[in-house]
């Protein structure tokens, strides 16, 4: 897998719309549940503001990105597991250069606990 290029932004900011200076459409990343329970945090501005939807715990829906960090609300996975959901996470970002997504840039929530 090669290096992704980043950048940070400031704390508590958010793009001023819906794409970059070049054109890319922004991804909001947020840590989820499986259960897909978006009711707080990072989560509930993913379903508010960037189409994230309840019932869908991991992948990509509009224009954010569920990456689970929980089995529920109350029950956090162990690192090894999380690991996992970050490599597939990295896999879809290197989809998106081989043409089968729209090229995009991610925004990651710093909420992830």
Known sequence: MKDIPYTYHREGTLPPGPYDN??????????SNMKGIHGAGAAKIA?????GKDGIGAGRVKRSYALPTKVSPQ?????????RHIQDFLLFV????????HESEFIFASTFR
């Open 22 to 31: 070049q054109g890319r459409p922004w991804v909001f990343v947020f840590g």
């Open 47 to 51: 379903k508010d503001y960037w189409g």
């Open 75 to 83: 029950v956090r996975y162990n690192l090894e597991t999380i690991e």
């Open 94 to 101: 290197e989809s998106i250069n081989q043409g089968e997504h």
